[in-house]
């Protein structure tokens, strides 16, 4: 396969390095938020006026959060 012309771009898929979410850092404190303050993302969504879906949220935490948990931590009932 020949390289495109230089000044050309290829078609075809975006690369893994561009963001996928239309505006990623709102969707990303929204994620920090829901979850930090202890809301599911179904009970956050139902608040929130389909801003934001259940899936979204949940995909983003999947994928770009890691909670740390402290050893000493006690458990919310």
């Known amino acids: 396969m020949q390289s495109p012309p230089p000044g050309e771009k290829r ?7 561009e963001p996928k979410l239309k505006e990623p ?6 994620t920090a938020f829901v979850y930090g303050s202890g809301l599911g993302p179904a ?6 006026r ?8 949940g995909a983003i935490a999947r994928c770009h959060f890691t909670i740390p948990v402290s050893p000493g931590a006690v458990p919310m009932s």
């Open 25 to 30: 850092l709102p969707r990303y404190v929204t």
């Open 11 to 17: 078609p075809g898929p975006r690369s893994g390095s």
């Open 43 to 48: 009970q956050a969504v139902r608040h929130m």
């Open 50 to 57: 389909g801003s934001v879906s259940v899936h979204e949220l």
